[in-house]
Nanobody
């Protein structure tokens, strides 16, 4: 089992920045690829970014590429998402998730709200 807790959400104006963190506990954090997802009101949850277990490979949704940066610190069991040039369409609840041995995202945090005003 992996227990995930997100933090760092809040309200910012368009063009601002936020840094989300996800603290992991339980099974060895460094064994898993980790991802960020988000869900806006009335919409389905969507993929934002993923990082490999070592941190050496990352992949982003086109909508956030060049603005968001995913990173991890395996020594501190922490996953981060640096978000710059935020836009109102980035408003959502953001979730961190860990992949299981099957490659599916089997562990999820409770989410943190990000609100961007114009």
């Amino acid at each position: 089992q992996v227990h995930l807790v997100e933090s760092g959400g809040g309200s910012v104006q368009a063009g601002g920045s936020l840094r989300l963190s996800c603290a992991a506990s339980g099974r060895t954090f460094s064994n898993y690829a980790m991802g960020w997802f988000r869900q806006a009101p009335g919409k389905e949850r969507e993929f934002v970014a993923v990082i490999s277990w070592s941190g050496g490979t990352t992949y982003y949704a086109d909508s956030v590429k060049g603005r968001f940066t995913i990173s991890r610190d395996n020594a501190k069991n922490t996953l981060s998402l640096e978000m710059n040039s935020l836009q109102p369409e980035d408003t959502a609840v953001y979730y961190c998730a860990a992949q299981t041995d099957t490659g599916e995202y089997g562990y999820w945090g409770q989410g943190t709200q990000v609100t961007v005003s114009s």
